[in-house]
């Protein structure tokens, strides 16, 4: 079923439609589970490729809490970095989401790729001496 709602955006009083998600009880209570049981900074995978849950320590009088985190994988399903951007919230979501989207990204990567030096793929790891 798709439901939809109108939300007020900043640019200069513009309304647009967003979608509204039902809530899923039983995914809320696997949530609550990994809040409760997770130790702090643990990872754990989602059905979604690059897409994981991390437990954050509490910071001040806050407890802990989850976040979302985004890590492209690499063939294995394993994270490529490290760390990946952290979300927090359905806001950040569409704000990072906004910001991949925007066509001016993808033009400064590839500049990027032009002006940075390539790796050189040998397939020889013989030192000439």
Do not use: C, H
């Not at 900074?41 to 994981?52: A, D, K, L, M, N």
């Amino acid at each position: 079923m798709d439901r939809m709602s109108v939300v007020r955006t900043w640019e200069g009083g513009a309304q647009r439609p967003q979608q509204v998600i039902p809530r899923d009880a039983g995914l809320e209570q696997r949530l609550r589970e990994f809040l409760r049981t997770g130790g702090e900074w643990e990872r754990s995978r989602t059905s979604i490729p690059g897409v994981f849950l991390v437990k954050l320590p509490g910071r001040g009088p806050r407890g802990p809490e989850l976040a979302i985190e985004i890590n492209p994988v690499d063939g294995q399903g394993q994270p490529r970095k490290r760390r990946g951007y952290m979300v927090r919230g359905r806001a950040e979501l569409e704000e990072l989401s906004r910001i991949l989207s925007d066509p001016r990204l993808a033009r400064l990567a590839e500049a990027l790729e032009a002006v940075n030096p390539r790796a050189v793929r040998s397939d020889s790891r013989v030192i000439e001496v």
